[in-house]
């Protein structure tokens, strides 16, 4: 039973920008914390934002500045603006939903920026 799917990456150049979605069938979406993850090739996965059900924020401090995290619990949708991409910014991008001990993973999007 898939319960988020990403989407919106792609191949952009340094600069430029793109944004991310995720979809989620899970119930009670709102009472979430919803993040976004990335693993870059040989890297571990590492935290790029997080959103609370209340809408506080966080983010890596490589990506401040420059991504915005927003939910829209009428859509059951986390997004994740990304600006000012960066070459190490490649990698897949993966969701996730945390509520009372559940965690759930969507199967990640790749982002490609070339310098």
């Known amino acids: 039973q898939v319960q988020l799917v990403e989407s919106g990456g792609g191949l952009v150049q340094a600069g430029g920008s793109l944004r991310l979605s995720c979809a989620s069938s899970l119930r009670f979406f709102s009472s979430y914390a919803m993040g976004w993850y990335r693993q870059a090739p040989g890297k571990q996965r590492e935290l790029v934002a997080t959103i609370t059900s209340g809408g506080s924020t966080n983010y890596a401090d490589s990506v401040k500045g420059r991504f915005t995290i927003s939910r829209d619990n009428a859509k059951n949708t986390v997004y994740l603006q990304m600006n000012s991409l960066k070459p190490e910014d490649t990698a897949v991008y993966y969701c996730?939903?945390?509520?009372?001990?559940?965690?759930?993973w969507g199967q990640g999007t790749q982002v490609t920026v070339s310098s």
């Open positions: 996730n939903a945390h509520w009372a001990g559940f965690d759930s």
